[in-house]
């Protein structure tokens, strides 16, 4: 099972807003809503920022929000602060066997 | 309050055997699901795979089959990860984290273990 492809980088200044996709197959993000996103912050461990697609934890921002449409899910940071500087990967659940499928990861730049 | 810790930092030499620990606390450990996670130097994130402690009912990524064991004791709370022979490429960081289900999100996370395996 590869990764799920996501641009390298993305970049934008304070108060903007972005999009990170995330591109799978019909095995994964195609065949579940099951698809999450985490915050990683250089030398800490992964947060939650979305799940089910669109789902946002308690206590995460809601300038986070998540969507899916087919194969591609996707991330959107609006009202861009420097704290969201950061990686963020997607996850799709993939079957019983698979289990999770992450993807290649995306450095945010502010 | 939640809280997955995990076991120190370990350098090891290929061929050694080493087995790494999550300790959990703040919720019920039998009724949920441990995954943990590899991370590989500069690299993204890998599912390796997921325990029940309740009835330790264990699931592996294809990748991750035969390479390691994954175990808990639900008397002391805590997962393990281990291996019986070490390469170099298991040079990385390991994440334990939580989850209500095996299609549920990985809602909390231990700190991480660093391992460095290098002759």
């Known amino acids: 099972q590869s990764a799920l492809t996501q641009p390298a980088s993305v970049s934008g200044s304070p108060g903007q807003s972005i999009t990170i996709s995330c591109t799978g197959t019909s095995s994964d993000i195609g065949s579940y809503i099951l698809v999450s996103w985490y915050q990683q912050h250089p030398g800490k461990a992964p947060k939650l920022m979305i799940y089910?697609?669109?789902k946002r934890p308690s206590g995460v921002s809601n300038r986070f929000s998540g969507s899916k449409s087919g194969n591609t899910a996707s991330l959107t940071i609006s009202g861009l602060q420097a704290e969201d500087e950061a990686d963020y990967y997607c996850?799709?659940?993939?079957?019983?066997?698979?289990?999770?499928?992450f993807g290649s990861g995306t450095k945010v730049t502010v | 309050e939640v809280q997955l810790v995990q076991s120190g930092a370990e350098v090891k030499k290929p061929g050694e055997s080493l087995k790494i620990s999550c300790q959990a606390s703040g919720y019920s450990f039998t009724n949920y699901w441990i995954g943990w996670v590899r991370q590989m130097p500069g690299k993204g994130l890998e599912c390796m795979g997921i325990?029940?402690?309740?009835?330790?009912?264990?699931r592996y990524s294809p990748s991750f089959q035969g390479q390691v064991t994954i175990s808990a004791d639900k008397s002391i709370s805590t997962a393990y990860l281990q291996w019986s022979s070490l390469k170099a490429s298991d040079t990385a960081m390991y994440y334990c984290?939580?989850?209500?289900?095996?299609?549920?999100?990985?809602?909390?996370w231990g700190q991480g273990t660093l391992v460095t395996v290098s002759s």
């Open positions: 984290a939580r989850r209500d289900t095996p299609t549920e999100p990985l809602d909390y």
């Open positions: 089910e697609g669109s």
């Open positions: 996850c799709s659940y993939a079957g019983r066997t698979t289990l999770d499928v």
């Open positions: 325990i029940y402690p309740g009835d330790s009912d264990t």
